[in-house]
């Protein structure tokens, strides 16, 4: 209902709009002419809908162009900070995740992209913790950040990743359970260096417009959500393309 009513509140001054338009000698509605307008938008309801699914498909196609340009900007940043946690660092082909360790549908996505790196060696994963949900999303950042150089990232993301209603205790529990020096850890991760990395991932997600996580980039290509065959799709194009170079 509330999808409807949002779609009515822009689809209705749009209708009005139009059927004026259509009726040179009605310079301005008046309230019958609102009324007309108003039952039939309820009596065709699949107006509004579609109103509203061309309004997303709008933003969204703003949101992809913004963010394309400003991809090209900040590639270096996107793909080469040296703070970032990089799984197959000698791929060719750059895949960057900007990602949450407690939202859903980065757990939902996360086994699929646990295969595609552990089957194709080209890809280089490069991993952006985009904090979003709080103290624990947080917590669990910094613990993978601060075992970033012990050799067991990849699987501390499946693990963490595997966790419904992961907290910080949980965090820690589960980076011992994979064999992280916590000693070693936690100090790097609650260290004013990562701090400052974990502002700058936000602000980074932030000028491309990501909106939500998880979202990747490939090249120059954005895949908002988790769409794991666009990012395949992706992936694909530009293995074809970097051949072809070649």
Do not use: W
Request: glycine share 6%; net charge neutral; aromatic share 4%.
């Amino acid at each position: 209902m509330t999808l409807l009513r949002r779609a009515a509140t822009l689809a209705l001054p749009l209708a009005i709009a139009s059927l004026t338009l259509a009726g040179c000698d009605q310079a301005k509605p008046d309230k019958a002419f609102g009324e007309k307008v108003r039952a039939y938008l309820l009596e065709h309801p699949e107006v509004l809908m579609e109103a509203s699914q061309k309004l997303q498909e709008k933003q969204a196609a703003q949101q992809a162009a913004s963010s394309q340009k400003a991809i090209g900007q900040y590639r270096q940043a996107i793909e080469r900070d040296p703070r970032d946690i990089v799984i197959n660092p000698a791929g060719s082909i750059t895949v960057t995740e900007f990602f949450d360790y407690r939202c859903g549908y980065c757990r939902h996505a996360a086994p699929e992209i646990v295969e595609l790196v552990q089957k194709n060696p080209d890809i280089r994963l490069v991993l952006k913790d985009f904090v979003i949900f709080g103290r624990d999303s947080e917590a669990a950042a910094r613990i993978a950040l601060g075992a970033k150089d012990q050799g067991k990232s990849l699987e501390l993301y499946k693990a963490l990743m595997a966790e419904n209603a992961l907290d910080a205790a949980g965090a820690l529990r589960i980076a011992k359970n994979v064999g992280i020096d916590l000693d070693k850890a936690k100090p790097l991760g609650e260290s004013q260096a990562v701090t400052q990395h974990l502002a700058d991932t936000d602000a980074l997600a932030k000028t491309l417009a990501l909106s939500g996580t998880p979202a990747f980039i490939v090249g120059d290509t954005l895949v908002p959500g988790a769409d794991i065959n666009a990012l395949r799709l992706a992936i694909e194009q530009t293995r074809a393309s970097a051949a072809k170079a070649g």
